[in-house]
């Protein structure tokens, strides 16, 4: 309904096999500085400015579920025959569809700042379709997107995610001075550089 607030989704179904190519460790789980869980700590920086937060987890990531559970995301599992972004994305969507719009956030960027978030959230409730975050030039995350799109969200698969979307459509540009929005977590020394922030 148009003036509701957008509904978060975090995308938390990945593998990271750049973290680790074993498969064994599940990067999402890695903790940061202060013990907790990267995910986690993605998950409460969107829990800080929107009400509600779909997770979208792998179906045997149960350790995952229960944590973003327990700080009070709504967790739906992803389907283990389809995975990848575009994927992930469908299912929080499929899982929210009522919602005005969502804000699309990775679980692999611990590092955004809240008024960034809110600043994407608020595009969405002035009217606008798409909304990104920029800094120095560069698109980051999260992106917010309205319920215009919905047909068209819940067709995704693989790993194309959004993309596509916001190359052929107008996008409203929210200029940040916010690093975090670039910075996601591929291998564990980058958990060694990250500019954490409190949430």
Known sequence: MPGAEPVGLLLAAG??????????????????????????VAAQHLLGVLPRVVAVVAPDATLLAKHLADVGCEVELGLAATPGMGASLACGVAASREASGWVVALADMPCIAASTIASVRDGLLAGHDLVAPRYAGQRGHPVGICARHLNTLLTLSGDQGARRLFATEPVHWVDVEDEGVLRDVDTPDDLNHLPLRAT
């Open 15 to 40: 593998r990271g096999s750049r973290f680790d190519a074993s498969g064994q460790r599940n990067k999402l789980l890695a903790p940061l500085a202060d013990g907790r869980p990267l995910a986690v």
